[in-house]
């Protein structure tokens, strides 16, 4: 009946806490319990997981945090929105590649009506 209720309340968005245990976090997010602690190198601690008097606990809301934050990281790379923060700062300039090749340029040409009668 526990694992029914709290089903219910993770599908409405709510949790009932917000520092859980690993048994419990791996229920509400679906990530396998062994994974845990190689996934906890990549979380922020005192935000995702903590410590405390040796036991690990989680936190729900931290985590949807960390990972909206990706989310948007991952959207704004995508749309090509960063690349504005990677560019050089450097107060230098660069003078301009020429290029050598051999590609013909156009040329202008004039337009003539082209007029078909029988021949």
Same mark, same amino acid.
Request: aromatic share 8%; charged share 25%.
């Given at each position: ?17 917000? *520092?859980?245990? =690993?048994?419990?976090?791996? =229920? ?5 319990e062994?994974?845990?602690?190689? /996934?906890? /190198?990549?979380?922020?601690? &005192?935000?995702? *997981?903590?410590? #405390?008097?040796? &036991? ?6 931290g985590? &949807? ?17 960063? #690349? ?22 156009? #040329? /202008?040409?004039?337009? #003539? /009506?082209?007029e078909?009668?029988?021949?």
């Amino acid at each position: 009946m526990d694992n029914e209720i709290l089903s219910l309340l993770h599908q409405m968005g709510l949790t009932p806490l917000d *520092w859980v245990d =690993a048994k419990q976090f791996a =229920a509400l997010t679906g990530i396998a319990e062994q994974k845990l602690t190689h /996934r906890k /190198r990549e979380w922020p601690e &005192n935000v995702v *997981w903590m410590k #405390q008097s040796g &036991n690990l606990y989680y936190s729900i809301r931290g985590y &949807n945090k960390w990972m909206t934050k990706q989310a948007n990281i991952r959207y704004r790379k995508a749309c090509g929105l960063d #690349q504005g923060a990677s560019k050089s700062t450097l107060h230098e300039t660069v003078p301009g590649i020429k290029s050598h090749s051999r590609t013909q340029s156009l #040329q /202008r040409v004039s337009v #003539q /009506r082209l007029e078909l009668g029988a021949t």
